[in-house]
């Protein structure tokens, strides 16, 4: 097969056919700035910031959607390019209220970080009304329609990354937005709440209800662990400030959830913190419950479980290991009763 070449700002660079310009960019660490682009997805095209120069081209060319084409001359960050950078970033801080001062997205916003980076200090045009309420009647997820940049990221991620077609684009012109169902509330449509609309949005206006006030980027510490809910094994960030938990994430390189989560994953961490939580083993006695220590509670099943082989043989006993459990403890429990209770009466219960 034929070597595919292209210059890309003055070097010359090998790709494989299909790459588009930006995925041969970002394999050469050259940085084109991306909105609307989510990896994995098809691109649409919608934003223009990843716009760049290719030599006899009429105009500038979106990277993110243009396939790269052998021979191609490339420049990434020239002047035409950056003013056109500019202008749509001035566009788009006029097509709504970014107000960054409250915004929970404020330090981790791509729009925000665009307009540092490229100097956008004013714009030249009026701030559009905005034409839709904000949307705050369900308990997980904020939709601010006026930080809205309608990149269409939340649409993809629900689309053709959890595949729940629950959102796409409503309307036309002044009043375009991103519409759950036929322009319903998200309870009332087809959303099951997984949050990876939220998890994609490059701005604020999507964000996590319960995290409000509770800490921005630059005050969270991330730690990463597995999820609690159920066998798969999904790898979360937890966001956490002083000791409590923010918001939780999904982590975008690692297997087997590849940054998806579902609605428990996502949102479902608030019985860390309940009150009724048990806290010791609890011994039931002359049907009054009382506290005991581990060593007591599994001594006294440990015997219970023995009494009752003994008497009545190992299939007299059974065992139901809990959705919660991770894969490998659920491994350990099926072990328990096959090797050493001596019994194949072992389930896992599906529900959680
Ligand atoms: Fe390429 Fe938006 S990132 S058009």
Not at 2 to 7: A, I, V
Not at 165 to 170: D, K, L
Not at 297 to 326: M, Q, W, Y
């Amino acid at each position: 097969m034929d070597k595919k070449t292209l210059t890309l700002n003055g070097k010359t660079v090998e790709f494989q056919a299909g790459q588009t310009i930006l995925e041969v960019a970002r394999s050469y660490e050259v940085f084109i700035p991306a909105l609307c682009y989510l990896d994995g997805c098809t691109a649409t095209g919608a934003c223009r910031i990843c716009v760049v120069e290719v030599k006899g081209a009429r105009s500038l060319i979106a990277s993110c959607s243009t396939p790269a084409e052998n021979g191609m001359d490339i420049c990434t960050d020239s002047d035409r390019v950056r003013k056109s950078r500019r202008l749509t970033i001035e566009l788009l801080l006029a097509s709504g209220e970014h107000n960054c001062i409250t915004c929970e997205k404020s330090g981790d916003c791509m729009l925000q970080n665009l307009a540092y980076s490229y100097g956008v200090d004013a714009i030249r045009f009026p701030v559009a009304p905005q034409p839709h309420p904000t949307e705050m009647m369900n308990p997980f997820i904020i939709r601010d329609f006026s930080r809205c940049i309608l990149c269409g990221r939340c649409v993809q991620a629900c689309q053709e990354v959890q595949v729940n077609r629950a959102i796409s684009y409503g309307y036309r012109g002044p009043t375009a937005k991103i519409i759950a169902g036929c322009d319903k509330t998200y309870d009332e449509s087809d959303c099951v709440f997984c949050g990876q609309c939220v998890q994609v949005c490059p701005v604020g206006a999507l964000v996590e209800k319960k995290a409000r006030f509770k800490g921005r980027a630059k005050d969270l510490d991330l730690v990463r662990t597995t999820c609690p809910y159920c066998g798969v094994g999904c790898q979360l960030w937890l966001h956490v400030k002083d000791g409590t938990i923010v918001k939780v994430t999904g982590v975008e390189d690692a297997q087997p959830n590849k940054g998806r989560l579902c609605v428990k994953g996502r949102f479902g961490y608030d019985f860390i913190y309940s009150e009724e939580r048990n806290k010791t083993p609890l011994i039931r006695e002359d049907g009054v419950l009382r506290e005991a220590s581990w060593d007591e509670a599994l001594g006294l099943v440990a015997n219970k479980f023995r009494e009752t082989i003994e008497k009545h043989g190992p299939d007299s006993v059974a065992g139901v290991s809990c959705a919660r459990s991770l894969n490998e403890d659920s491994y350990q429990m099926q072990k328990l009763f096959r090797a050493v209770f001596k019994t194949n009466n072992i389930d896992h219960c599906a529900r959680t």
